[in-house]
């Protein structure tokens, strides 16, 4: 066998092999989890209760130590009850994730929190404050 095709050989091996040990090294990717126990990365929807959730999020900096999704907060206000109550809507929502938690070996968002200039002080004492998000284990 000439030295050139053992030397293709090699570099197409070595080729093959990079990517799969970066691959390997990788960081695991963010998960952002909520009420509805299906954690996905950068979710266009994040159900904060049964009775709030954020639609139509646009994610910046995801993966890093924080990220912020932008979209509309629809609140129920359950009144006279949650079947016949009214629907709140709040575009130009925040919602900011930040750090780690980690389950199961999946690395997730630790907490968050929502922002709207529209907030009530009722809105900010619900939502602007940092809470824990889920992991599939608070649903066990």
């Known amino acids: 066998m000439s030295r050139r095709p053992l030397s293709c050989l090699l570099l197409a091996l070595a080729a093959a092999l990079v990517p ?8 695991p990717p963010m998960l952002l989890d909520d ?26 900096h995801w993966g890093s130590p924080e990220a912020t999704g932008r979209g509309t907060l629809r609140i129920n206000t359950c009144e006279p009850n949650c079947a016949e109550g009214h629907v709140r809507v709040l575009p130009g ?3 900011q994730v930040r750090g780690v938690r980690i389950d199961q070996g999946r690395h997730y968002y630790r907490q968050y929190r929502i922002l709207n200039a529209s907030f009530s002080p009722s809105d900010r004492a619900a939502y602007a404050h940092w809470t824990d998000t889920y992991t599939p284990r608070d649903f066990r």
């Open 93 to 95: 929502s925040d919602l």
């Open 35 to 60: 009420v509805t126990q299906r954690p996905s990365v950068m979710p266009p929807t994040f159900e904060a209760t049964n009775t709030a959730a954020l639609v139509g999020l646009r994610w910046s």
């Open 20 to 27: 799969a040990a970066a691959a390997a090294g990788a960081d």
